[in-house]
C-alpha cells in the first residue's frame, strides 16, 4: 500500500495437541511448505514492511520457517486468549507502523487479494477492518453484527440472541488496525469471561465506544480455513491443490487428470506444458513451454527447459538441469546432472553427478557410478555420444565428443573423441559343458531327495 507502513503479527503459538504431533501446528506443511511460511508470503506480497511472529512451543524452529522474512519473534509465555498473543508483540508493535494486521499462522490459504483489502479499508478512513465470510452453517462461528456500513460487535455464537444466530456473515479472525491506536485499545481488553481470557474480539466494542469506524471486508470463506487435526490439513492441502492446479490450467498448463497432479507451493510451469495423470512435484520445479511430463513421474528440484519429454515412471532428483528438447523416458532417475540440448536418457538407467553434452544418446541399463563409498564423483559426457546399454561409468571419468561406448563396457578412464571404448571380458564358448552342468545339479537334487 503506496506511502503507508505495515506490521503484520502473526499468532503461531498453537500448541496444535489435536495434531498428535511433537511439530508446532504452524510447521505442518501443505505443498510443501509450513503453514506460517504461506501466510508470511502472502502478506510480503500484500506489502508488509514487517512480520511479527508470536510463538510458543517450539519457538526456534518456527523462526527457522521464516528466516527468509524480516522477522522479530515474541515469546507467548502464558496462554491468556488472543488480545493477550498479539500484546507479546508490543515492542514491535510500539515501533510505530501505520497499519497492523493480525493473522493466523495455520491459514494457508488466505490471499495477498484479501490482505491487501484489509488494508485498503483502513487507507479509505477505517480505523478497524475485520475480515468476514459468509458461511452455509454459521453454527459455532462469532457473529459479526453490522449496522448500516459499520460493525458494532462481534458476537459469539454462545452469546448471540436467537435473531443473531440467523446471521451468517461470520468472523474469520483476520484483521486491520490502525497502528495508531492499536496498543490504547489492547490495553483495555478485560478478561471478565468464563475463560478469563483476553479476547481480540473485544477490541471492535472498544472502538465503537471511542467513535471509531470499524467495517467489515468481505472474503471467500477458504481464505480463512484454518487447521487443528490431521484431517483438516488434508482438506486445506486439497483445497491448496484445486486452487493452484486451477491458476496453472488458465495460464495454459494443461492436465488430463488434474486430481491426481500435485504441485509443491513454488512449482513454475510454462504455458504449453503438458501433465499426463498422477505427477508429483516436489518443491524447487521449473517446466518449460511445450514439455511433456509423463504420467507417474516424480520431480524436485529440477529445472525442465522447453520441449522437453520426461516420464512415464521417472524420477528427476535435485540439481537435474535438462536444457531443451531433452528425454528422460521410463524408470529412469537423475540426479545432479545437467543434460544437454537433445540428449536422451530413454529407460532405465541412473544417472547422478554428471554432465551430459548435445545430442549424446544413453543407453538402457547405464549407470554411472558416482560414489566411491565417501565422495561422489562427476561423470563427465561429451556431445555426440553413443553409449551401449548395460554401461557402467565408474568416475571420475571423462568421455569425447563423438564417442562410442560398447554395450555391456565397464569404463574405467577417459575415453577420447570419436574413439570406440570397450570394457568388457572377452566372449568364450566351451562345447559341451551346459550339459555336464545339468547332469551334476540333478545328481545334487537326487541325493538331497534320498536323504529324505
Not at 506511502?3 to 495437541?17: F, I, Q
Amino acid at each position: 500500500m503506496s506511502g503507508r507502513s505495515c506490521l503484520a503479527v502473526v499468532l503461531a503459538a498453537g500448541e496444535g495437541t489435536r495434531m498428535r504431533s511433537d511439530l508446532p501446528k504452524v510447521l505442518h506443511k501443505v505443498a510443501g511448505l509450513p503453514m506460517v511460511g504461506h501466510v508470511a508470503e502472502a502478506a510480503r506480497q500484500a506489502g508488509v514492511d514487517r512480520l511479527a511472529v508470536v510463538v510458543g512451543r517450539g519457538a526456534e524452529a518456527v523462526s527457522a520457517a521464516l528466516s527468509t522474512h524480516d522477522v522479530a519473534t515474541h515469546l507467548q509465555t502464558e496462554r491468556l486468549g488472543t488480545g493477550h498473543a498479539v500484546l507479546a508483540a508490543r515492542d514491535t508493535i510500539a515501533l510505530g507502523f501505520d497499519d497492523v494486521l493480525v493473522l493466523f499462522g495455520d491459514t494457508p490459504l488466505l490471499s495477498t487479494e484479501t490482505i491487501e483489502r484489509a488494508r485498503s479499508a483502513l487507507a479509505s478512513g477505517a480505523d478497524i477492518a475485520v475480515v468476514g465470510f459468509h458461511a452455509a452453517d454459521p453454527t459455532g462461528y462469532g457473529r459479526l453484527i453490522v449496522e448500516g456500513e459499520t460493525l458494532s460487535a462481534i458476537r459469539e455464537h454462545k452469546d448471540a440472541s436467537p435473531e443473531e444466530r440467523k446471521i451468517t456473515l461470520c468472523n474469520g479472525g483476520v484483521m486491520a488496525i490502525s497502528g495508531h491506536r492499536i496498543l490504547g485499545w489492547l490495553d483495555r481488553i478485560g478478561n471478565d469471561n468464563a475463560k478469563r481470557e483476553y479476547y481480540l474480539t473485544d477490541i471492535v466494542a472498544i472502538a465503537v465506544a471511542d467513535g471509531a469506524r470499524v467495517n467489515v471486508v468481505e472474503a471467500p470463506a477458504e481464505d480463512l480455513m484454518g487447521a487443528n487435526t490431521r484431517v483438516e490439513l488434508a482438506e486445506l492441502e486439497a483445497a491448496w491443490q484445486r486452487r493452484r492446479r486451477r491458476e496453472l490450467m488458465l495460464s495454459g498448463v494443461t492436465m488430463q487428470a488434474p486430481e491426481t497432479v500435485f504441485l509443491a507451493y513454488d512449482t513454475a510451469i510454462e504455458p504449453d506444458a503438458f501433465l499426463e495423470p498422477n505427477v508429483v512435484f516436489g518443491p524447487g520445479v521449473t517446466i518449460g513451454a511445450g514439455s511433456v511430463i509423463r504420467a507417474f513421474s516424480h520431480l524436485e528440484g529440477a529445472t525442465v527447459a522447453a520441449d522437453c519429454e520426461i516420464g512415464p515412471f521417472a524420477r528427476l532428483r535435485p540439481g537435474a538441469d535438462l536444457s531443451e528438447k531433452a528425454k528422460v523416458g521410463n524408470f529412469c532417475e537423475v540426479k545432479k546432472a545437467k543434460i544437454g540440448k537433445g540428449a536422451k536418457i530413454n529407460h532405465l538407467t541412473y544417472i547422478g553427478d554428471a554432465e551430459i553434452g548435445a545430442k549424446s544418446n544413453i543407453g538402457a541399463g547405464t549407470i554411472t557410478c558416482n560414489y566411491d563409498g565417501i565422495n561422489k564423483n562427476l561423470t563427465s559426457i561429451g556431445a555426440g555420444v553413443f553409449v551401449g546399454s548395460n554401461t557402467s561409468l565408474v568416475a571420475p571419468v571423462a568421455i569425447g565428443d563423438g564417442a562410442y561406448i560398447a554395450s555391456g563396457s565397464v569404463i574405467t578412464e577417459d575415453v577420447s573423441a570419436d574413439a570406440l571404448a570397450l570394457g568388457r571380458a572377452r566372449q568364450t564358448e566351451k562345447p559341451g559343458r551346459a550339459a555336464d552342468i545339468r547332469a551334476r545339479n540333478e545328481a545334487v537334487k537326487a541325493g538331497r531327495s534320498a536323504g529324505k
